[in-house]
C-alpha cells in the first residue's frame, strides 16, 4: 500500500506531497518534505496530529526554521476536535476522494500516482477561482 503525506495552506491548497511505503511512520514519511517546504519559504508552524510528536522530528523541522505544533486531538470518546485549522488537511483529502482515479493506486510508479494528485488539485483551484470570479 501507499500512504500519502500532505501539505495545505489555511485555504486547502496542496504545498507539497510525499508518497512513502504504507507502514512508514508518520515523522519519518515528512521528513523529505521539510528541506523542500524551506525551499518554499514555509514560515509559520506545521500543524500536525499526535502522529508527529516527539523531539528528533521537532529538531529536525527547526533545521530548517519550522516549528512544529501538536494538537490535543480528539476527546477520551473517540470525537474529534478542531483545534486551530489542522481540520483543512482532512478537507484536502476529502477533495481529493472526489477523484475516483486516487481511490485505488492503479498506478505501479508512484511519480505517475503523484501527478494524477496535482492533477486534481489544480482541477479544485481552477473551480475554486472560476466560482470566485462568477458575477452575481
Not at 79 to 85: A, C, H, S, T
Not at 99 to 105: G, H, P, S
Not at 128 to 136: E, L, N, S
Request: charged residues 20%; proline residues 5%.
Amino acid at each position: 500500500g501507499v500512504k500519502l503525506f500532505v501539505v495545505c495552506d489555511k485555504h486547502g491548497s496542496l504545498l507539497d506531497l510525499e508518497l512513502q511505503p504504507a507502514n512508514t511512520d508518520d515523522r519519518a514519511g515528512v521528513l523529505p518534505m521539510l528541506p523542500r517546504l524551506a525551499a518554499l519559504g514555509f514560515e509559520s508552524d506545521l500543524l500536525g496530529d499526535s502522529g508527529f510528536k516527539g523531539a528528533p522530528f521537532a529538531t529536525a523541522a527547526l533545521e530548517h526554521d519550522i516549528h512544529v505544533s501538536i494538537s490535543p486531538g480528539g476527546t477520551w470518546d473517540g470525537r474529534f476536535l478542531p483545534n486551530g485549522i489542522r481540520w483543512v488537511v482532512e478537507r484536502l483529502f476529502a477533495w481529493l476522494s472526489r477523484y475516483r482515479r486516487l481511490n485505488i493506486v492503479y498506478d505501479r510508479a508512484a511519480d505517475l500516482f503523484a501527478g494524477h494528485i496535482w492533477i486534481a488539485m489544480i482541477s479544485i483551484i481552477s473551480r475554486r477561482i472560476a466560482a470566485q470570479t462568477q458575477v452575481p
